[in-house]
């Protein structure tokens, strides 16, 4: 509903402008890890001030009827997955042994991005909220590099995950053990 009210049933809205998706020819390993994050957290700090994110952004807390900064959180979480079934944005891998990076217009145009994407995405929108994020890189496997990345969101001295690529599994929720961990 709050996806067809500001995007409309047309590809070609002029709220979200076209974009191209970003190849990454990136290092191998946790230098590739790095520069990834670093490209993500470049294009997040250019979309949180973007109208059209903005007011997606208050769109989404408004319908809620979120006021603190946790349900506002949530909220954008919600509105990433969806209702059951239906997400706003699906999670799709990247093809095979390619790593691109979108601009959240493509990824709401598109519908769909891999767990960088979802974390620009969900990281841009609370930011255009002024609540402050860093996106978390884990591996979960021993002596392997980082293989997943999504967004946490601050509060009171707290880090929320918002982890939007996992099926039915609700705000707050981390995937655990992981045998590495860094947020940046």
Same mark, same amino acid.
């Given at each position: 509903?709050?996806?067809?009210?500001?995007?409309? #049933? /047309? %590809?070609?809205?002029?709220?979200?402008?076209?974009?191209?998706?970003?190849?990454?020819?990136?290092?191998?390993?946790?230098?590739?890890?790095? #520069?990834?994050?670093? +490209?993500?957290?470049?294009?997040?700090?250019?979309?949180?001030?973007? %109208?059209?994110?903005?007011?997606?952004? @208050?769109?989404?807390? /408004?319908? @809620?009827?979120? +006021? $603190?900064? %946790?349900?506002?959180?949530?909220?954008?979480?919600?509105?990433?997955?969806?209702?059951?079934?239906?997400?706003?944005?699906?999670?799709?891998?990247?093809? &095979?042994?390619?790593?691109?990076?979108?601009?959240?217009?493509? !990824?709401?145009?598109? @519908? /769909?991005?891999?767990?960088?994407?979802?974390?620009?995405?969900?990281?841009?929108?609370?930011?255009?909220?002024? +609540?402050? !994020?860093?996106?978390? +890189? /884990?591996?979960?496997?021993?002596?392997?590099?980082?293989?997943?990345? &999504?967004?946490?969101?601050?509060?009171?001295?707290?880090? &929320?995950?918002?982890?939007? !690529?996992?099926?039915?599994?609700?705000?707050?929720?981390?995937?655990?053990?992981? $045998? @590495?961990?860094?947020? !940046?």
């Amino acid at each position: 509903m709050i996806f067809q009210s500001l995007l409309g #049933q /047309t %590809p070609n809205n002029p709220l979200i402008p076209r974009a191209k998706y970003q190849k990454l020819e990136r290092g191998h390993g946790d230098a590739g890890i790095y #520069q990834t994050v670093r +490209i993500m957290k470049k294009i997040k700090d250019e979309y949180r001030e973007k %109208p059209w994110v903005i007011e997606l952004a @208050r769109k989404i807390v /408004t319908d @809620r009827n979120a +006021i $603190t900064e %946790p349900e506002q959180m949530e909220a954008v979480f919600d509105w990433i997955k969806g209702p059951e079934g239906k997400p706003n944005i699906f999670y799709v891998k990247d093809p &095979y042994d390619v790593e691109l990076i979108q601009k959240p217009e493509v !990824t709401v145009r598109m @519908r /769909t991005g891999d767990c960088d994407d979802h974390a620009i995405m969900s990281a841009s929108l609370v930011e255009a909220l002024g +609540i402050p !994020t860093k996106f978390r +890189i /884990t591996s979960y496997k021993p002596m392997k590099n980082f293989q997943h990345v &999504y967004t946490v969101a601050s509060h009171g001295g707290q880090w &929320y995950p918002l982890d939007t !690529t996992l099926p039915g599994k609700p705000f707050g929720y981390e995937k655990k053990p992981y $045998t @590495r961990m860094e947020d !940046t």
